[in-house]
């Protein structure tokens, strides 16, 4: 595992082994999170591998709107949420398997838009672990498990808050399916 600072340098060595299909830990507004490009066969296997999860259910980072639009359909009342709430914790489902949000996280964002296209943002742990908040815990977390992420980007601590609010919308309602920094409203 190999630990980068979050300078230009480190996003650089960073989006190298997100292109290659790799697997890295970076943070986000919430929380440091283990990602690779959302729509990599192997790298969902290898992030399920290194969580010892088998849920492929995750959130994804964007870079923008127009990045989450390119990839995934935001209309109506979706397209209205990501543009009052982005960036900022609100992540929308946008598929059974898939839920997106733009972080205010300039790094996560940076990432997503030098690898072109959103990253998988699990919880950077193991399955059924608690949020780490510095690169420093996920080392601890993952340094003796057989399955390790590739390269570890250390942004010092995050101050440590609750997750994303995690929201459905079905025709014109709104249902949280998770309550964390803010309450949505249509």
Same mark, same amino acid.
């Not at 697997?23 to 010892?52: E, H, M, Q, W």
């Not at 982005?86 to 839920?99: D, H």
């Not at 972080?103 to 940076?110: K, L, Q």
């Not at 980007?153 to 994303?164: H, R, T, V, Y």
């Given at each position: 595992?190999?630990?980068?600072? *979050?300078?230009? *340098?480190?996003?650089?060595?960073?989006?190298?082994?997100?292109?290659?299909?790799?697997?890295?830990?970076?943070? &986000?507004?919430?929380?440091?999170?283990?990602?690779?490009?959302f729509d990599s066969k192997?790298?969902?296997? !290898?992030?399920?591998?290194?969580?010892?999860? %088998?849920?492929?259910?995750?959130?994804?980072? /964007?870079?923008?709107? !127009?990045? =989450? %639009?390119?990839?995934?359909?935001?209309?109506? &009342? !979706?397209l209205k949420l990501a543009? %009052?709430?982005?960036?900022?914790?609100?992540?929308?489902?946008?598929?059974?398997?898939?839920?997106?949000?733009?972080?205010?996280?300039?790094? /996560?964002?940076?990432? /997503?838009?030098?690898?072109?296209?959103?990253?998988?943002?699990?919880?950077?742990? +193991?399955?059924?672990?608690? !949020?780490?908040?510095?690169?420093?815990?996920?080392? =601890?977390?993952?340094?003796?498990?057989?399955?390790?992420?590739? +390269?570890?980007?250390? =942004?010092?601590?995050?101050?440590?808050?609750?997750? *994303?609010?995690?929201?459905?919308?079905?025709?014109?309602?709104?249902?949280?399916?998770?309550?964390?920094?803010?309450?949505?409203?249509?």
């Amino acid at each position: 595992m190999k630990v980068v600072k *979050s300078d230009q *340098s480190g996003i650089s060595q960073a989006v190298k082994i997100l292109k290659q299909g790799g697997v890295i830990v970076y943070p &986000t507004d919430t929380a440091y999170a283990l990602g690779g490009l959302f729509d990599s066969k192997r790298v969902t296997k !290898n992030i399920l591998r290194i969580k010892n999860r %088998k849920d492929e259910k995750f959130t994804l980072i /964007a870079s923008s709107v !127009n990045q =989450a %639009k390119t990839f995934f359909k935001l209309s109506g &009342t !979706n397209l209205k949420l990501a543009k %009052k709430y982005w960036p900022g914790p609100l992540s929308i489902v946008v598929n059974g398997r898939f839920a997106v949000r733009v972080p205010a996280n300039s790094i /996560a964002r940076r990432l /997503a838009l030098r690898a072109g296209r959103p990253l998988i943002a699990t919880s950077a742990n +193991l399955s059924g672990g608690k !949020n780490l908040y510095s690169a420093k815990a996920v080392i =601890a977390e993952f340094q003796n498990q057989k399955y390790q992420p590739q +390269l570890v980007i250390d =942004a010092g601590n995050l101050p440590k808050i609750k997750p *994303s609010t995690l929201v459905k919308v079905e025709g014109s309602q709104l249902e949280v399916i998770r309550i964390g920094l803010i309450k949505p409203k249509i």
